[in-house]
Each structure stands twice: as structure tokens, then as C-alpha cells.
């Protein structure tokens, strides 16, 4: 079986290049700087090449940075980016936070989650240009970089261009009940994927290859029943590669809460049960990846990806994702991106809201000397 090093033994006449924030002068200033409002520039390529290695580290007083920065990547002078996303949900770092994460084609690295690292590979033919808009309310006051790529001769426009799209929903559950594991009555069924969370829809020829899952739970019950979903060049429901839920796409089992991290797929943060019994279940902010590295989808003409926000979509979950493919240019033009203020997390549930839901609960049935699991 071949290895993945096994490339290192191939020579090329590619030339090996470096765009970074290296200070010119020689002196140990080696970042940049932008103001609110600025779109900084971080490669502006010319000629055919790849980019092979993407580095990054910032320092700045706006606490949301990560969510407030945006990353958007041209190829070949194409007017609409073919990469657009919070700089953070890129990498793997929902929320705006910082946590380490591994996997085999991003990273963020110690110290703390810090460090922002993509291997990915990216192709152009004729021209590249990296950007970073500030959409946040503080400057930048230090933004490190490299950008490591190749110059080809040339890259043909059948060699597929690296694609990246964030998105996000506040999920709303259908029938407007919440009725997870048939607690509130018969379980409904979904024969469509019409209200699903889409987290990827392009046109073109190519192959998906993962995806970053960010998921933000306001209640205690198990998030993860929604079966995955991919239509594949126009077929219709229940397609060629339909799930049996979430952590079984994410090739996990049993509702996890632990971290886990393969170079291929895991759990990169997780809540954590709050007590030995689990009671107050999944609330809270779970990060999950899955990377297709061995097993693309492929489409030639079009790809929609979705999940069920549990199953049948009954649950009220703030959701957001960074897909990741490749497909032929020209590629159709991203929804408008949510600005930066709605892509502010909301507030995490805690004890004192659920000791009020249990205040609520115990004064529809009367008060007294209620338990709390009374029918």
C-alpha cells in the first residue's frame, strides 16, 4: 500500500515560494498590522502554482477576532471568492474561541489554540489572492503569516480549485415541538430534506471532501439524531448516500461527550457531562469533523449536503459549518455572508435558567413537593 510520503520521492520542477509578514529591515517586527474596516492582503500571486501551507497567528483587543475576521481566497481572477469564512470556523475554532485541534489538513496549534495551520492544497492557474476583512470593532495590532506555495509552468482548468463555504442557522423544530426521542409523543418521520441544515450547495464537477461541524446546544436532550443527507448531481430524496445520524457520519457511536481527534474525523470540543450521571445531558458548544481524505463525494454537475437538526428536524439548535471541496471553475456565487454581529454566539444555558425551568414546571403542576420526573 502506497504511503503518504511516498510523494517525497517524486522531484518536480515546481519552484518552492513564501509569502510572509516578515519585517524587510531585518529586525524582529515580522507581523502586520489593519484597522477596522480594512481588508488586508495577505498573497497576491501571479502565474499558475499550489498553496501548500497556510500559517497564521494574531494578537488583538477585539475578544471575537475569530469570528469577526474573514477569510475569502480567489482563483484565477474569478470576481466572487471561492473561500469565505470567519477566520476561526475556517481553521476549526468555533465560536470565536481557542482550543487545540488536530486533524491531517488543519490544526490549531498550541500555545492555546493560537495558531492557525491548513495544508490544504491549492491549486490556480492564473493568479491568487488571499484576503482578511476586518469586520470587527478593534484593530488588528498584530497578524503573523506565511503563505507557503509553488510556481508551475502551468495548471490546467481540469485540475479542480479548492472551494470553502461557511454557513449558519438558528434551526427551528417543524410541527413546533421539540419531540426528541418520542418524549412528547409518536416520533414524526422526514421524507425530504427540505428543512435540513445545508452545509453545502455548489454546481460544477468535482468531490466534497469534509467538513467542520459546530454545533450549539440550548437544551439537555441528545443533538445528534439527524441522519445526513447528499444529493448528487440533481437525484432526488432519499439519494445515492443517505446517514443514520449524526455521530455516525462523523464516524462516532452512542452520543458521544468526550474528545477524540483522528486525522480524518473526531471531536475537537465537547461539553462535557456536568455531573458522574449525565443529567444535565448535551447543553453547550460541541465541535465535530469529519475529512473525506479516502472517500470524496463526487459529483459532475451538482452537490447539496445537509442533517437533520435531530431527528426529523424537531430540535432548536445554533448550528454553523465550514464545508471544504473541489470542483471546476467557474463556480456559483456564495449567499450573502451574515454579518458580524449576527454571527456572535448566543449565551450558553446554565444552572440558573435551568433551575427557572424547573421553577416553571413545578408552578404549572401545583408546586408542593414535586421531584421533577412526575408524568
Partial sequence: MPS?????????????????SYEPTGGNKDCRSFKSGETFVMA??????????????????????RKNLVLRCYWDGQ???????????????????????????????????????????MPYGSGARITIENQGPEDIDAFYFYVDYEEHDSIGSETPRFHAWYNQELTVPEGGAENEWSVLGPEPVNQGDRHNYL???????????????????????????????????????????????????FNMSWCPDELFEHPYFGCARAPGRQNDSG?????????????HIEDPVRFQ??????????????LTLELSSVAYWYQTLPSKPFPTLAPAEDRLPRPEIG?????????????????????????
Avoid at 94 to 115: D, I
Fill in 199 to 249: 452545509f453545502c450547495e455548489c454546481e460544477g464537477r468535482g468531490h466534497f471532501v469534509g467538513v467542520n461541524y459546530y454545533i450549539h446546544s440550548p437544551g439537555p436532550i441528545w443533538y445528534g439524531e439527524g441522519d445526513d443527507m447528499f444529493l448528487v448531481d440533481g437525484e432526488a430524496w432519499p439519494g445515492s448516500a443517505h446517514g443514520t445520524g449524526t455521530e455516525d457520519y
Fill in 301 to 314: 454537475k451538482s452537490l447539496r449536503a445537509s442533517i437533520e437538526h435531530g431527528h426529523a428536524n424537531v
Fill in 44 to 65: 497576491d500571486l501571479h502565474g499558475a502554482g499550489i498553496v501548500r501551507h497556510i500559517w497564521i497567528t494574531l494578537s488583538s483587543k477585539d475578544l471575537m477576532s
Fill in 351 to 375: 444552572v440558573v435558567e435551568i433551575h427557572k425551568w424547573r421553577d416553571a414546571w413545578r408552578r404549572e403542576r401545583g408546586g408542593g413537593g414535586l421531584w421533577g420526573n412526575e408524568p
Fill in 4 to 20: 503518504p510520503l511516498d510523494g517525497l520521492l517524486s522531484l518536480s520542477n515546481a519552484r518552492s515560494k513564501r509569502v510572509s
Fill in 279 to 291: 443529567r444535565f445531558g448535551w447543553i453547550g458548544k460541541t465541535h465535530v469533523y469529519r475529512f
Fill in 79 to 121: 470576481e466572487h471568492p471561492s473561500v469565505e469564512s470567519p477566520l476561526g470556523d475556517f481553521f476549526g475554532q468555533g465560536w470565536g474561541m481557542k482550543y487545540n485541534f488536530s486533524s491531517l489538513p488543519l490544526a490549531s496549534a498550541p500555545k492555546e489554540g493560537h495558531a492557525l495551520v491548513s495544508y490544504w492544497p
